[in-house]
Nanobody
Framework: QAQLVESGGGSVQAGGSLRLSCAAS????????MGWFRQAPGSEREFVAA????????NAADSVKGRFIISRSNAKNTVYLQMNSLKPEDTAVYYC??????????????WGQGTQVIVSL
C-alpha cells in the first residue's frame, strides 16, 4: 500500500527556517511528480511546490518563490521542502503528494497525513 509520511514540522519564529521531509513507501515513486500543498485554518488547500520525477523541473507558488526549495532523492524515496525566511502567513498544515501526471489544477492521487508548521512573530 502506497504511503507518504511527512516529518519536520514544528514551531519557528518569523525569519527562521524549517526543512520538511516526506518518506514514500509501498510502491516506487521514482517516476512520479512529487509535491507539497498546505492548508491554513479556514482556508482551502493550496499548491506550494512540485518537482518532476528526475528533479529536473520544479515549480513553486508565487507566494513562496525565492524562499522555499523543493528537492528529492529517489535513492531515499524522499522529497524535501526547505523553507527559509518563514512568515506568519506560512502557518499551515503541509501535505506531501504524488502522482504520475502533472498539470494545471494538479490534484495528486496520493497524499500524506500532513505536518503542522507554525510561524510566530
Amino acid at each position: 500500500q502506497a504511503q507518504l509520511v511527512e516529518s519536520g514540522g514544528g514551531s519557528v519564529q518569523a525569519g527562521g527556517s524549517l526543512r520538511l521531509s516526506c518518506a514514500a513507501s509501498g510502491r516506487t515513486f521514482d517516476y512520479y511528480t512529487m509535491g507539497w500543498f498546505r492548508q491554513a485554518p479556514g482556508s482551502e488547500r493550496e499548491f506550494v511546490a512540485a518537482i518532476s520525477w528526475n528533479g529536473g523541473i520544479t515549480n513553486a507558488a508565487d507566494s513562496v518563490k525565492g524562499r522555499f526549495i523543493i528537492s528529492r532523492s529517489n535513492a531515499k524515496n524522499t522529497v524535501y521542502l526547505q523553507m527559509n525566511s518563514l512568515k506568519p502567513e506560512d502557518t499551515a498544515v503541509y501535505y506531501c503528494a504524488a502522482d504520475q501526471t502533472y498539470g494545471r489544477s494538479w490534484y495528486p492521487k496520493y497524499w500524506g497525513q500532513g505536518t503542522q508548521v507554525i510561524v510566530s512573530l
